[in-house]
């Protein structure tokens, strides 16, 4: 069996209310850099044979906290950063109408079918990366692995877990809302070879849903 923690970075400046869009460049804030050292003290009783970041700032900084806990080395791996802002939006004020437009419609596009915003994620784009992380997971030689990533990626890791990969916009909008997100929350999914009988009496094989969110680290 293969075992695979997600944590959710450390509040950045842009969860904060940076004033402009940063992107990967967003920071963790004070309130952040806290958490961080709250789930690094909590990691350091998993048992991690692999420590991977996304190449976003506020993820790397948090893994770097968890490193120093668990004698680890961070690997950077895009697949597992957030869904991708448009760069059209990075630098530009919050409080430019125009750019709170395009912010707005590129939010919604998560539950859209093949809709995109300027070079940003879509659910499509977001979904097809994520199935990729998941099979990157899955073959890996290590058991026990830990993903420093993102609120996004999360919510989408979460639905083809649950719902499966011909998971539709639709299915996921009525089921994502329901799904929130911690900064360093910790989740865990388990990949098994082995026949599973489910409470409907049907069998699976494959990736199940442990634990979502858990935040108790937080008090």
């Known amino acids: 069996m293969k075992t695979v923690y997600f944590v959710r970075h450390g509040e950045s400046t842009a969860n904060a209310g940076f004033p402009t869009y940063q992107g990967e460049a967003s920071k963790l804030s004070e309130k952040g850099i806290e958490q961080a050292h709250f789930i690094a003290k909590r990691c ?25 806990e668990i004698s680890r080395d961070v690997e950077v791996n895009e697949l597992f950063t957030e869904r991708k802002l448009p760069s059209e939006l990075v630098g530009r004020s919050r409080s430019d109408p125009d750019a709170q437009a395009m912010e707005e419609a590129w939010l919604q596009s998560f539950f859209q079918e093949d809709v995109r915003v300027g070079s940003g994620e879509n659910f499509s784009l977001l979904k097809a990366r994520v199935m990729s992380a998941l099979d990157y997971l899955r073959d890996r030689p290590e058991e026990h692995i830990l993903v420093v990533t993102h609120g996004f990626f999360l919510h989408m890791t979460a639905a083809l877990v649950m719902l499966g990969e011909a998971v539709s916009a639709e299915e996921f909008g009525k089921v994502a809302p329901a799904m929130w997100m911690d900064n360093t929350g910790l989740t865990r999914i388990d990949h098994r070879d082995e026949v599973l009988r489910r409470i409907d009496r049907k069998r699976h094989r494959g990736w199940v849903l442990r634990v979502w969110n858990d935040h108790a680290h937080l008090g």
């Open 44 to 68: 350091k009783k998993l048992h991690v044979d692999v420590l991977i970041a996304s190449t976003a700032t506020r993820a790397k900084q948090t893994a770097d906290y968890i490193a120093s």
